[in-house]
């Protein structure tokens, strides 16, 4: 699919999605828009701050399903550090492998990978780089902004 961020490769299994790719080729017809192209398209637009399609994570370590599974629990418009991570795993040293895990992410934006940043809140690493990075960032600064303030047009649903 087309997005914001340059095109995304969705990959499914039936209803699940399995994984999520930047820079894929977009397909032809999307006609039949599977529920998880609405909800990104719904994400894009500042409408979706939630994701409710079927996820299946697979392959991983399990300190890396740890890692995922803490990235899933950053609210929309929120970040956390790698050290936050490490620490929440009991292992404050283990930042970098907090990075690590964070780029092996299969479904990235639906699990977001992008809520997490270094020391300090500095703009560090991301498998789509740091560009789409920051606009998802910014997106979803901004419409949380909105949504606290009332803007008109700001939805207040997932």
């Not at 790719?21 to 032809?28: D, E, K, L, M, T």
């Not at 609405?38 to 994400?43: D, I, N, S």
């Not at 609210?75 to 895990?101: H, L, Q, S």
């Not at 299969?106 to 560090?124: D, M, S």
Request: charged share 20%; hydrophobic share 40%; glycine share 14%.
């Amino acid at each position: 699919m087309d997005s914001p961020i340059g095109p995304l490769g969705v990959e499914l299994d039936g209803l699940t999605v399995i994984g999520v790719r930047f820079g894929a080729s977009p397909v032809a017809d999307l006609s039949d828009k599977p529920a998880v192209v609405e909800q990104l398209e719904g994400y894009f637009a500042g409408t979706v701050t939630e994701f409710t399609v079927p996820i299946s994570m697979r392959g991983g370590s399990s300190f890396e399903r740890f890692v995922w599974a803490e990235i899933a629990k950053i609210p929309y418009g929120e970040t956390r550090t790698y050290g936050d991570i490490a620490k929440a795993f009991g292992d404050v040293g283990a930042a970098r492998a907090v990075g690590t895990a964070c780029n092996r992410n299969p479904v990235p934006v639906l699990v977001p990978c992008h809520r997490v940043v270094g020391a300090g809140n500095k703009l560090v690493g991301f498998g789509g780089g740091l560009p789409r990075k920051r606009q998802l960032l910014e997106l979803e600064a901004r419409v949380s902004l909105e949504r606290a303030w009332g803007f008109p047009g700001a939805s207040s649903g997932t």
